[in-house]
């Protein structure tokens, strides 16, 4: 009987040590995908509050809940099954060209946003974002509405790039990681924009107080609010970039890998053979340089490949004059 017990409670134990080594599967293939969609995570962190700025302080919080909600949403019931649908029966050449196509919007808005810089033309999110206070609840859905939807874009490319970083792991463990990210992503994005959107209230707050120091602190609060606002959206350009450079030199290396038409070696080639040079060449701080090199000339494939798309686009008839217009 004993013997019995020590052999259920040692196959339990095994069970209890599998699951752990599962449970820390899944957390480090999560932390990888979630690492390489980090161009879009800034990118969403940096695009929401925007729709909020101008909008009733008590109407922020919820505004940015349904925001999150539709985001869950969109990643879970719409953006997953059609990934793991993809992953499981689509040829192999499917993914990589999606990913192609997410790479290169991604250095197409990085380009945009350039572009809006230099030219001190006005992104769309902002023209939204001014109008928001005179809003009423109609509106305010609309508005809502609109912002999932952007969501959904951004949320498909993480998703997608995620998606990437685990295809060699079993179906279930896929479905599993992809869950983890969407959760964890969402959670992140808009647990950093409420902080960020409710930062001038709380300084405002402490400004009011009779102390001299929290009346400080309460007033750089309410200053850093639009240069932490204009260095995420910097950070944000850069990410795009750098992700979609990156994104666009691995998959035409895998086209090429499988033969594939579109496929293209040389410029993935060219950048791995400097990276490794200049790792090689500088000793203990080789693999910080390395990478510095691999992201700063991703980020060039990405403004280049960018400015391309976006000249394209502004040249079109209706596009270029809506450019104009903002």
């Known amino acids: 009987m004993s013997a019995g017990l020590f052999g259920l409670l040692d196959d339990i134990a095994v069970l209890a040590r ?30 929401t509050p925007q729709y909020v700025q101008g909008v009733a302080a008590q109407r922020e919080l919820p505004i940015i809940k349904q925001i ?40 197409y808005e990085g380009a945009h946003k350039v572009w809006e810089k230099i030219s001190h033309h006005e992104a769309p999110q902002q023209a939204e974002g001014k109008v928001a206070a005179e809003i009423g609840p109609e509106q305010e859905k609309e508005m809502v509405g609109g912002a999932i939807r952007t969501d959904f874009i951004l949320s498909a490319e993480i998703m997608v790039i995620s998606l990437n970083e685990v295809l060699e792991e079993p179906f279930f463990s896929r479905a599993v990681v992809l869950v983890v990210v969407a959760i964890a992503i969402t959670a992140v994005v808009y647990g950093v924009v409420a902080a960020i959107v409710k930062m001038d209230d709380v300084g405002l707050a402490l400004a009011q107080r009779s102390s001299a120091l929290s009346q400080r602190i309460g007033l750089s609060l309410v200053r850093a609010m639009p240069r932490l606002l204009d ?14 450079g990156h994104i666009l030199l691995a998959q035409f290396h895998e086209l090429a890998e499988l033969d594939f038409f579109l496929g293209w070696n040389g410029p993935y080639e060219a950048v791995h053979h400097l990276e490794e040079a200049v790792h090689d060449a500088t000793g203990a701080v080789g693999g910080v340089l390395g990478w510095v090199v691999n992201t700063t000339l991703s980020a060039v494939v990405g403004l280049v490949v960018g400015a391309v798309v976006l000249a394209i686009v502004l040249a079109l008839p209706s596009r270029s004059k809506a450019a104009t217009a903002h």
């Open 68 to 107: 999150a909600i539709g985001s869950v949403r969109n990643k879970l019931l719409f953006i997953l099954p059609a990934a793991l649908l993809l992953s499981q029966f689509a040829p192999e050449w499917v993914l990589p060209l999606i990913l192609v196509g997410g790479g290169t919007f991604l250095a």
């Open 18 to 47: 599998l699951a752990a080594a599962s449970i820390d599967d899944v957390g480090a293939a999560a932390g990888r995908a979630s690492l390489k969609a980090a161009g879009v995570v800034v990118d969403d962190t940096a695009v």
């Open 231 to 244: 260095v995420i959206a910097l950070v944000g350009t850069a990410a795009m970039l750098w992700v979609g």
